[in-house]
């Protein structure tokens, strides 16, 4: 099992739509979780930490379940700006170790 | 000035060639790291060195050679490239690697194609 698995996508969506991604981590001892935002030929950014209590940043919000080992991220009211790769990112129990998921392509259509 | 500082920014090169690349961080940051992100786009932890300490190592082959002069540098020495070489490398920072909800700061990579 991988470490970090996420929905293979792409998501093709359309402007103003709402849109669910998902992730699994393996490692129950992980401390941190985030999302990533990566363009194209370009570096991954981040996008927002994950909180236990679940946060929002604008159109984003971030949820974590420990229990299930489960991390999503909910974007609202689409932007075409909004098309990227979505990365779901753990941290793993002895640090120095920040495992990345393959990515879920975001495709927002006008 | 950018915070991660990665070059060449395009290498191009033959198979069986040693190459570097040059990684910088102007953050104050304690650790540093590589990451190898292969044709499928999937990002995967190479190398990472707190205080120029070597931290882990992601079973990459020892024709892969990091060496971190300060704890500002992290370099990458390849030795006898390989095809299964060719990937886009990057370098990150992070202020500490065992600290919760440390970010990771990336440079803009290097696209590496050995022919």
């Known amino acids: 099992r991988k470490e970090v698995e996420q929905d293979p996508g792409p998501f093709n969506v359309p402007e103003g739509a709402t849109v669910a991604f998902n992730c699994t981590y393996s490692?129950?001892?992980?401390?941190?979780f985030f999302w990533y935002r990566q363009d194209c030929r370009k570096e991954p950014k981040l996008l927002m930490s994950?909180?236990?209590s679940g946060n929002e940043d604008g159109r984003f919000t971030a949820q974590l379940n420990r229990a299930s080992q489960y991390i999503s991220l909910l974007i609202r009211d689409s932007k075409l700006s909004d098309s990227a790769t979505y990365l779901c990112?753990?941290?793993?129990?002895?640090?120095?170790?920040?495992?990345f998921g393959a990515g879920t392509r975001l495709f927002v259509k006008a | 000035d950018t915070a991660v500082s990665q070059t060449p920014k395009y290498l191009v090169t033959q198979m069986g060639n040693d190459k570097s690349i040059k990684c910088e961080q102007n953050?104050?940051?304690?650790?540093m790291y590589w990451y190898k992100q292969d044709s499928k786009k999937f990002l995967k932890i190479m190398f990472s060195?707190?205080?120029?300490?070597?931290?882990i190592n992601e079973t990459v082959p020892n024709r892969f050679s990091p060496k971190s002069p300060d704890k500002a540098h992290l370099n990458l020495h390849i030795n006898s490239l390989e095809l299964g070489d060719s990937a886009v490398y990057f370098c990150?920072?992070?202020?500490?690697?065992?600290?919760?909800?440390?970010?990771?700061?990336f440079g803009s990579g290097t696209q590496l194609s050995v022919l």
């Open positions: 990150a920072s992070s202020r500490s690697g065992t600290a919760i909800n440390e970010k990771l700061f």
């Open positions: 490692n129950s001892a992980s401390q941190s």
């Open positions: 994950v909180y236990s």
């Open positions: 990112v753990v941290n793993g129990d002895g640090g120095f170790k920040t495992i």
């Open positions: 953050l104050g940051h304690d650790t």
């Open positions: 060195y707190n205080n120029k300490e070597l931290i």
